[in-house]
């Protein structure tokens, strides 16, 4: 891609929205961000497009002694809908990497991209310590942020408004429905009870640490609510 001179000027520090048609050389910034995707989502999305011959059914979808085949098929369902949106953004963002600029739609699939992972990551927090801990674990939380505090001015106000929709929604979900019908009472150890029913007591053992519980205090305690 070819940048217009009259746009090379155009950085992070500017205000005016880009057209359709006009490209945004990539920054420090931004090739910092572009390099996340790229590497994060791009390895991911193909690693996850690609694992059928390696990936082995879980614990819990296992019913009467064997692999159950709805169960299987409908997790393989989700998990490539996952690779999908990973390919896809990492490839957008490697195609800026390549190209040295990005268009206006380029930037507006990576804001939109991140508020749809961002609203499932809301809807799905978990309780206790745990729900915050993992957030903050999550590049797309981070992501966000630094494109909408150093790019939102070069995008539509529209797509900006869908973005926050979007988070909005994630924590409506998570107030409105999650907390009421995921686990019962939502509680760390609750979800550490079905989690070691479904997937075995070493891996529910694993993630105690980050939760702030020995394996022998989590089973009993009752955490307050977040």
């Known amino acids: 891609m070819t940048v217009p001179a009259g746009l090379l000027g155009l950085t992070g520090a500017g205000s005016e929205m880009l057209s359709a048609t006009q490209v945004y050389p990539t920054t420090m910034a931004l090739t910092v961000v572009l390099w996340i995707e790229a590497v994060v989502y791009l390895g991911i999305g193909l690693i996850e497009l690609f694992d059928d011959f390696l990936v082995k059914p879980r614990p819990w979808m296992r019913i009467n002694d064997r692999a159950n085949g709805y169960v ?38 990576i804001f939109i991209s991140f508020a749809v992972i961002m609203a499932t990551l809301w809807a799905t927090l978990l309780p206790g310590r745990l729900g915050p801990v993992v957030l903050s674990l999550k590049p797309e939380f981070w992501l966000q942020i630094v494109m909408f505090v150093l790019f939102r001015h070069l995008v539509r106000p529209q797509v900006l408004g869908l973005c926050l929709a979007l988070n909005a929604w994630g924590i409506i979900v998570y ?41 022998d205090a989590a089973r009993p305690v009752e955490d307050a609510a977040p």
Not at 77 to 93: D, E, N, P, S, T
Not at 199 to 211: N, P, S, T, V
């Open 72 to 109: 299987v098929l409908s997790h393989k369902i989700g998990h490539k809908m996952h690779a999908g949106l990973c390919v896809i953004l990492g490839f957008v963002a490697l195609n800026g990497l390549l190209e040295g600029a990005v268009t206006r739609l380029d930037l507006e699939l």
């Open 175 to 215: 107030v409105f429905h999650t907390r009421r019908t995921l686990f019962q009472p939502y509680t760390y150890a609750q979800l550490r009870q079905d989690w070691a029913a479904a997937e075995g007591e070493a891996a529910a053992a694993r993630f105690d640490k980050l939760a702030g519980r020995t394996p």
